[in-house]
């Protein structure tokens, strides 16, 4: 019996060096979602002047946007991806009232801007705390509507990280998977 013991203790630390978010088809590992969470903290306190706090993980359902302001990018490299940044219109309007410092009560070009810019710094923010992931960047784009239909790559489970923040919602949302392999 002792032996079966052992044999079980030397398996168990292998299970544990990559332990992913949620076991899917195409997980997310932590080490990979933790810089995001970090990005969209300092950059909504330091662009906007913002504290965000972060509600837990849950696999994305459907694919409409959660919030009706979403700003997209894509990232490719070891993996491939998409990245949503995604709020209510209080917030967007907060965003780009705070980072242009004048007041903006209705949507038009300088607001989705601002939620363009502000996509940009999360996404290379993270970027930078994910070297070995040899990531590039695609522009940001920017959609306004609340049945707005999103894409992430094929064979991936989006994740959806929420935030609440005093001026309205938020969120990220996070797909990714392996780029198909060279022949």
Do not use: W
Request: glycine share 8%; charged share 20%; proline share 7%.
């Amino acid at each position: 019996m002792g032996g079966g013991n052992q044999s079980a203790k030397e398996k168990s630390p292998r299970r544990l060096k990559s332990r992913p978010v949620i076991v899917m088809s195409q997980a997310i590992r932590v080490e990979f979602i933790n810089p995001f969470i970090i990005a969209v903290s300092k950059t909504m306190e330091t662009m906007v002047g913002c504290k965000v706090v972060r509600e837990p993980p849950q696999v994305k359902t459907g694919r409409s946007a959660l919030h009706p302001v979403s700003g997209i990018i894509g990232l490719s490299g070891v993996v491939v991806g998409t990245v949503v940044l995604t709020m209510s219109e209080a917030l967007a309007l907060k965003c780009a009232s705070t980072m242009l410092m004048e007041e903006y009560k209705e949507f038009d070009a300088d607001v989705f801007d601002a939620v363009g810019e502000l996509t940009n710094v999360i996404a290379g923010n993270a970027k930078a705390q994910l070297e070995d992931y040899k990531l590039s960047l695609s522009l940001p784009n920017v959609i306004y509507g609340k049945d707005a239909e999103l894409r992430f790559p094929e064979r991936c489970r989006p994740i959806s990280i929420p935030f609440q923040t005093d001026f309205g919602p938020m969120a990220i949302e996070i797909g990714f998977t392996e780029p198909p392999a060279s022949s």
